[in-house]
């Protein structure tokens, strides 16, 4: 059994854009999660988290709640309010403790109300901050022919912004059987003709040479379905305006290859005759 496989048996599988993986399916990575959710929902959450923390210090504050001096407003437990006090560092009731017990609670609340405070503001500016994958994929590869062809793998942008000294790589993943009966996952360096440029605006398409140094030709489409191959492409860059790094990657299975097609052209003039690049025709492909 290949080692794909073994994986897939035991419920777990490849993601097609793992920088895509949906923020639901991150719930062992809490402060990915957080990330990755949509603003309604973190808004959500950190009040949830906020209220959580609140009502853990009430429950124990509940336990000395007659050693809290002072005037409870709105009705509401005194524990519940000297508790929000103390997590958020203010003074809007004046409820003190009397006793030590009520002190050093308090003081654990304040502490908790700091990390607490801190960690969901560095994650709002860390969303803020953050760079959304601006990259699209085509949805197939083409190869021309195996016999001294091309593969070939596009991307588009709309962002507006550009990418600065810009890099590509493109990898085939398979299972090789090192031994009878042992299986492990290699990696394959594929040469472009194309490793980089400049300055990215709002396409690029890598071409890999299938020629004799090819893995692609050298296996052949079967046999690479057969070892559970897949291709990741990586595009690495800088963007213009902050400075961030920026790097994207995607992953084709060898379903995803198309034998005997090239991409159609993106690229068409205006009634003035200028160039226009159409991210619309990115999965257009025409018959070689």
């Not at 490793?195 to 890598?206: E, V």
């Amino acid at each position: 059994m290949s080692l794909l496989s073994k994986l897939k048996h035991h419920g777990r599988t490849i993601q097609q854009d793992s920088q895509h993986t949906p923020w639901y399916e991150l719930w062992r990575q809490p402060l990915a999660l957080l990330i990755r959710m949509p603003w309604p929902l973190f808004f959500l959450a950190m009040g949830l988290i906020y209220l959580a923390v609140v009502l853990v210090f009430t429950a124990i504050l509940s336990f000395d709640q007659k050693h809290l001096i002072g005037a409870a407003t709105m009705a509401l437990p005194r524990p519940f309010l000297f508790a929000v006090d103390a997590f958020f560092a203010n003074g809007f009731d004046a409820i003190v403790p009397d006793s030590l017990f009520t002190y050093l609670v308090g003081v654990v609340d304040m502490i908790a109300g700091l990390i607490t405070l801190s960690t969901l503001t560095a994650l709002v500016f860390s969303r803020l901050s953050s760079n959304d994958m601006p990259l699209r994929f085509s949805r197939h590869l083409c190869i021309t022919s195996l016999d001294k062809g091309h593969l070939f793998c596009r991307f588009v942008t709309s962002d507006p912004s550009q990418w600065l000294n810009v890099s590509y790589s493109l990898t085939l993943i398979l299972d090789d059987e090192v031994e009878p009966g042992v299986w492990q996952r290699r990696t394959r360096s594929l040469a472009l003709l194309n490793g980089g440029t400049p300055q990215l605006s709002q396409t690029a398409t890598l071409t890999h040479p299938l020629d004799v140094n090819s893995p692609i030709q050298h296996f052949g489409i079967d046999e690479l379905k057969r070892r559970n191959a897949v291709l990741m492409p990586l595009v690495e860059g800088v963007d213009e305006i902050t400075g961030a790094g920026l790097l994207q990657t995607h992953l084709y299975r060898m379903a995803d290859v198309l034998s005997g097609r090239r991409f159609g052209n993106l690229v068409s003039e205006d009634s003035q005759g200028r160039k226009r690049v159409d991210i619309n025709r990115l999965n257009q492909v025409v018959p070689v």
